[in-house]
């Protein structure tokens, strides 16, 4: 094995939202014996950097789902964005139909002044309709909003228009968070079929739209080349739709514990959940030798 990859929120980071120390010792041990680490995550450049960076570890990234590629030493080798007017038309509809919003770049996730009040009133409805989309406690659900409002690379973009003019800004996805199962449904129903973007599913409340051609496992594939490693030469570790791409491409797929029971209908194996240390558990049993189970 020469590479490892692995996804972020729900594979790599625990509950807590941190690479445990038994993950990071276990990506470290890997590196020492020569074997190249990365991460393929739904967050923006600079945001995934800073997780790894706390962690003490130093991955190539594959960042916004695809759209942007940087090595280990910060090089990008590939950035592919959202035509700009399809992500404004994007943006334009999630806001007139009241969802949360986020356009994002590599190093920034902006989002309008009011993001807060949308998100808190969108909860509340949900609430009051009985149509959550998980068990969700009104405490729980401002933690989350204070936390992904207070996450790194997060711009609060007035006004917002004004992002459109900078010509300078390529725009790697439009995300869009709603806690109404029905109103999440509607919107991945109208942005699955819309012509000229592609939307991918990274979490329960959370879908995303990015360029067509944009994947975790096109972008790995461009990784992999640039290396000069064989994709059979990869394990990859996955939780989510989003890392399916990635996962049926490589030599050894891995669904952590807590993963989509689609994910671990098309992977080798099946690890750990993410708060067990489920990457850790996988990466030391190649390291130790041991065969694993066909």
Known sequence: MKLIVSDLDGTLLNSRREVSKVNAAALLAAQ??????????????????????????TPHI?????????????RLIQAAGLDKKKALQAVEWLQGNGYFYDVCTDRHMF?????????????????????????????????EINRLL????????????????????IFGNVSAITFNREKLQRGRD???????????????????MIAPAVSKGNALEKLAAYLGIGLSEVMAFGDNYNDISMLSRVGISVAIGNAEE????????????????????????????VKMPS
């Open 190 to 208: 109208f942005f699955g079929k819309y012509e000229g973007m592609a939307m991918t599913i990274a979490g329960r409340e959370i879908f995303e």
């Open 150 to 169: 207070s996450a790194d690379g997060v711009v609060f973009a007035e006004p917002f228009e004004a992002i459109w003019r900078q010509q300078d800004l």
């Open 32 to 57: 020492r014996r020569g074997i190249e680490i990365a991460v393929a995550t739904g967050r923006i450049y600079g945001n995934a950097l800073a997780v790894c960076r706390r962690a003490g570890l």
């Open 262 to 289: 689609a994910v671990k209908k098309i992977c080798r194996y099946i690890a750990p959940a993410n708060d067990a240390d489920g990457v850790a558990h996988m990466i030391d049993t190649l390291l130790a030798g």
């Open 111 to 143: 989002i309008p002044p009011n993001a807060r009040e949308v998100l808190l009133q969108d909860f509340e409805s949900a609430a009051a309709a009985g149509t959550i989309e998980r068990e969700l406690t009104a405490e729980t659900a401002r933690q």
């Open 62 to 74: 594959i960042s916004n789902n695809g759209a942007f590629v940087y090595t280990k030493d910060g």
